[in-house]
């Protein structure tokens, strides 16, 4: 499975939108209403299912699907 597809998967877990609904610019408070608590749980599983370290200043600048999933795809290329 591709980390997109995987990464699409896990967020769906957190709101009521499937898959397939989530495109690049859909943002995660404003239209999956996502709480603080349900992100940052959110980002703890991205950093164990990915197997990556994010940063605390860069997790606030996260806003949509394609902010968050180009992050993942950038540090498994460092890692």
Avoid: W
């Amino acid at each position: 499975m591709s980390v997109e597809n995987r990464f699409k998967e896990i967020v769906s877990q957190y709101c009521t939108a499937s898959p397939a609904e989530l495109h690049g610019d859909v943002r995660f408070r404003e239209d999956l209403d996502f709480s603080s608590l349900d992100f940052m749980s959110f980002l703890g599983e991205l950093e164990d299912e990915f197997d990556v370290e994010l940063e605390q200043d860069k997790i606030v600048q996260i806003r949509t699907i394609d902010e968050a999933l180009s992050m993942i795809q950038d540090l498994q290329e460092v890692g």
